[in-house]
Structures are given as C-alpha cells and as structure tokens.
T-cell receptor
C-alpha cells in the first residue's frame, strides 16, 4: 500500500518557467513533509521541508505548499533552471514514525 | 568533511554469494539507515539504527543483516544474494532518531547486480 504517491513519473519544463511537482499521501497522521532532489549516480539531497502547522514554506526559488484537507503537497520551482533537472522525491512521516518516500518524479528543464 | 561515504560503488555477485556493504559518516550523527531504490518503488527502508548499539527492521529486511560497528559505521550484509536483491543501496544518517523531525543525509549509493 503506497502511502505516498507521486503520480507523474516525469515532467518537462522550459527554462525560466515554473515547475510544479505533486505528491499525494493517504495517511492522515503524517505531519512532516520533505522534498529530496537526486542527480544520477548520487544520493538524494534534502531540498525543503514543511510541517503540518504551515501551509507554505519558501526557500529561494523553491516553495512547498501543503493542503492538508486534500492530503496533497506540491513543490514549485520558479524560475526553473537546467541544473534543476533531477529526480525529486517527496517523503512524509508522522510523530514517532519513520520517513515514507514516494516513487519520484523526473524533472527535465529544457534550455 | 566527507558526509556519508559508501563502499563499494558497484558490485556484481552470483546468486548465493555473500557480501557486505560499508557505510561511514563523519557528521557525528546518532542514527543511520539503509535503503534500497528500485524502479517505480521509490526508497524503501531495509534496516536502521536509531543510536549506537541498536538496530531495527525497516520495511524490507528479509535477506539482510546489519551491524552498527560504532557511531560512525553501519554495514549491510547479504548472506546469500538473490537476483531480487539487485538494486541501488543507499546509506543515510541523521542527527536525531527517525521518530524525530529531522532530515537525513544520504551517501552516493552502491549499485548491486546479482546474476
């Protein structure tokens, strides 16, 4: 049972435009959410997080939005750059439990 | 400051062979993890060690054993490799135990093929 779902395996965006990566979760106990970025042949690196007491967290070009009623979070990258091309994983957890990762979305930013 | 290091980077095994994947971190983190990544499956937790001297099963522990050798090192052993264990293996560490809210830092991965 996949508790964290990234339904789009891939996304292609023009450089300079906005990239929106989506993630849905089923466990209503999840209260902490993270996004990781992974380049080929490297390990995932932490990008941004949000707790359930917020609905938005921003860090430079990256903003994560959380819609608790819809059990949905999204990562916005604006403006997108070719160096943003990578696989993005969302991950979620509840208090006292471990991280659960989604299956990843491959983002390609076209020059 | 190397972060999380893993050896080897690549390995090919025959069915039934054994091997140990090594992981070390230099961030003085308390908790360490082993994940596997398979196509379409995301990252799945194999085993973790919340603190030195403790280990616990994750989501997919069958066929694996782990050893938390000291605070820095956490190894993953395949006693009798099977083709289903062909995967990319990632080690990770975090300052606080997994029950807490903190990010994990990942190593570069080991690509394992079992023939």
């Amino acid at each position: 049972d996949q508790q964290v779902k990234q339904n789009s395996p891939s996304l292609s965006v023009q450089e300079g435009r906005i990239s929106i990566l989506n993630c849905d979760y089923t466990n209503s106990m999840f209260d902490y959410f993270l996004w990781y970025k992974k380049y080929p042949a490297e390990g995932p690196t932490f990008l941004i997080s949000i707790s359930s007491i917020k609905d938005k967290n921003e860090d430079g070009r990256f903003t994560v939005f959380l819609n608790k009623s819809a059990k949905h979070l999204s990562l916005h990258i604006v403006p997108s750059q070719p160096g943003d091309s990578a696989v993005y994983f969302c991950a979620s957890k509840s208090s006292g439990d471990k991280l659960t990762f989604g299956t990843g979305t491959r983002l390609a930013v076209r020059p | 400051n190397a972060g999380v290091t893993q050896t080897p980077k690549f390995q090919v095994l025959k069915t039934g062979q054994s091997m140990t994947l090594q992981c070390a971190q230099d961030m003085n983190h308390n908790s360490m993890y082993w994940y596997r990544q398979d196509p379409g499956m995301g990252l799945r937790l194999i085993y973790y060690s919340a603190s030195e001297g403790t280990t616990d099963k994750g989501e997919v522990p069958n066929g694996y054993n782990v050893s938390r050798l000291n605070k820095r090192e956490f190894s993953l052993r395949l006693e009798s490799a099977a083709p289903s264990q062909t995967s990319v293996y990632f080690c990770a560490s975090s300052e606080l135990p997994p029950a807490h809210y903190n990010e994990q830092f990942f190593g570069p991965g080991t690509r394992l093929t079992v023939l």
